[in-house]
């Protein structure tokens, strides 16, 4: 509806250039149409009178009046009115919401999809663990922000690449490896000869005594054969990364979340990229020596200090495999790269996106993207928790979903803006009732299932064809604002996907369920009368769609019986 107005407004700039009230050479400035915050102020509201009104030389209020002579008659805008400084707002006829349940029905699961994304490709990086253990509860905070972020992108036209790196090299895979050393030695974290910095949680128990057992394990499609040999250090590591990297994909699996790469930070390093970078930005002049470190004069790029690169020893700062690493996205042609970071990593984005812009080969300054989280806090019974029985000092994301589910729990993952922290009660996620969003929102969906199963029980026929065809019938205020609200889904999806907001998806299918459950609690669907019946279970079968649409954003099921 937005873009049929958008295209109303822009008919009428053009009646206005050709009668010279506006140049003829103006471009159309870039105006918004919104929803109005009030229904008596209308169903959308534009701001386009304010910014032509310097160069058509006219107060505001004047030329809206001009630009709403000059609208193009249409048969989904009943009225149109001026308000406050020189706002138009449109008030929709009822055969807008009509020809949006027809749009429904006709386009099915594919309805809310868009093409702005017109095939680009955009890699979408996220959850990106150190495989030295299970994945927490923040890591799952991750996992579905990024999920949700590549379906909304994939279904506003981008061609998606999900992505996760493993960061399999550095002092955390060195710890792993003395911990699981240390265990096949029989020593325990008790002992005071357990390796300061060594992990505690049991499965380091677990990946020992498949080690000595000569197990194999297959971490994306390569097979890993244990040794056995508790001197073996290095292949104690391989084995190690590799048992927790099959554990992290098999907990992934279970969340519903899968990748097209995965990309070794050990590659940067056995495919020479890290010195390649490093040659580059010399060549580029951007580094300098000095205390025998090799620096980046990332203060040209805007942050705060210069960087070191080097250390004086020979060995890499962390940021500059950070480098390498987003340099391989841009050189395998992702115009535009997403990273869905936790909060602690925000010190390291301008030092990223200084050394890639020292590359001097044609990274836009706005390249990457960054997603931040907050921290998540679970809750049970009223009181944090803190601990896994498994991990010891931290919840895992099993964890929960063995507790609650998938769904719940994706859903409740997702259902703040990212950069806020957020509370996860396991009390209301198991619950069966209203005030579970998740329940509400799927209960909505099997309750239409159900009204549908009814309905030959009970001696009635439901055809779709006349439903839609006297939709007209549908005049009381709940289906107006069911059908309102049914409406708003594309631009949601749009706005979601264009803002990197997928909370925005999981609050709006709470308001179409409540909506659809005070429809339901307040009008018979199965009437006698065959038109009026027809029409009900239209707008319901069509809310049915599109909650279904909904939910498949955000990866969760849409059940037929609860």
């Known amino acids: 509806m937005k873009e049929q107005l ?9 009646t206005l250039q050709n009668d010279a009230t506006l140049p003829v050479d103006l471009t159309p400035p870039g105006f918004v149409i919104e929803r109005s915050r009030s229904r008596e102020h209308g169903d959308f509201a534009c701001n386009v009178a304010m910014l032509l009104a310097k160069p058509a030389r006219a107060k505001p209020r004047e030329l809206a009046d001009k630009l709403v002579a000059a609208l193009p008659a249409n048969e989904l805008v009943a009225k149109i009115e001026i308000a406050g400084p020189g706002f138009v707002n449109f ?11 027809r749009r429904i029905m006709a386009e099915g699961d594919a309805y809310g999809r868009g093409t702005v994304g017109h095939g680009r490709t955009v890699g979408v990086e996220f959850v990106s663990a150190n495989p030295t253990g299970p994945l927490h509860v923040g890591h799952g905070r991750a996992a579905a922000i990024g999920d949700c972020l590549s379906r909304l992108l994939d279904a506003t036209g981008w061609n998606v690449k999900r992505e996760f790196y493993y960061n399999d090299a550095g002092v955390q895979i060195a710890n792993l490896a003395i911990s699981v050393q240390a265990r096949a030695r029989g020593i325990t974290p008790d002992d005071s000869s357990w390796p300061d910095g060594g992990y505690r949680g049991d499965y380091i128990a677990d990946v020992a005594r498949a080690y000595l057992d000569r197990e194999s394990v297959v971490a994306d499609g390569e097979t890993v054969i244990a040794a056995g040999d508790v001197d073996d250090l290095d292949a104690i590591r391989r084995f190690a990364v590799a048992s927790l990297r099959r554990e992290q994909d098999l907990d992934l699996q279970a969340f519903g979340v899968g990748f097209d790469t995965y990309f070794l930070e050990s590659s940067l390093y056995s495919d020479g990229k890290v010195e390649e970078t490093v040659r580059e930005l010399i060549a580029h002049g951007h580094t300098y020596e000095e205390g025998g470190a090799l620096w980046l004069r990332t203060t040209d790029f805007g942050d705060d200090k210069d960087r070191v690169m080097r250390k004086s020893d020979g060995t890499y700062t962390y940021f500059l495999p950070d480098v390498a690493y987003h340099l391989s996205k841009w050189q395998r042609g992702y115009e535009r790269a997403i990273t869905e970071l936790g909060s602690d990593h925000h010190g390291s984005l301008a030092r990223v996106k200084a050394g890639l812009q020292a590359l001097d080969c044609g990274i836009p300054a706005s390249w990457p993207e960054y997603v931040l989280h907050q921290m998540v806090t679970v809750m049970r019974n009223g009181e944090e928790v803190k601990i896994s029985k498994r991990a010891g000092s931290y919840v895992t994301l099993r964890d929960l979903i063995d507790e609650v589910g998938r769904d719940a729990t994706r859903y409740f993952l997702i259902a703040r803006k990212s950069d806020s922290q957020l509370v996860f009660d396991i009390d209301l996620a198991r619950s069966q009732s209203n005030d579970n969003p998740v329940y509400y929102i799927q209960y909505a969906h099997a309750r239409v299932c159900s009204v549908l199963r009814q309905a030959p029980e009970k001696g009635f026929t439901f055809d779709l064809q006349d439903g839609l065809a006297h939709l007209a019938r549908l005049d009381n205020e709940h289906e107006q ?14 706005a979601a996907a264009a803002n990197l907001e997928p909370h925005l998806v999981a609050a709006w299918l709470r308001e179409l369920a409540n909506a659809f459950h005070t ?13 009026l019946r027809n029409a009900r279970l239209a707008l319901v079968v069509a809310t049915r769609q599109v909650l279904k649409n909904g939910l498949a954003l955000l990866g969760l099921s849409a059940p037929e019986k609860m």
């Open 6 to 14: 958008r295209d109303l407004v822009l008919q009428a700039i053009q």
């Open 91 to 101: 008030f929709l006829a009822a055969g807008a919401c009509h020809a949006e349940v």
């Open 481 to 494: 604002i069911l059908l309102t609200e049914l409406s708003k889904y594309p631009e949601l999806v749009d």
């Open 519 to 531: 429809y339901y609690n307040s009008h018979q669907f199965l009437v006698e009368d065959a038109a």
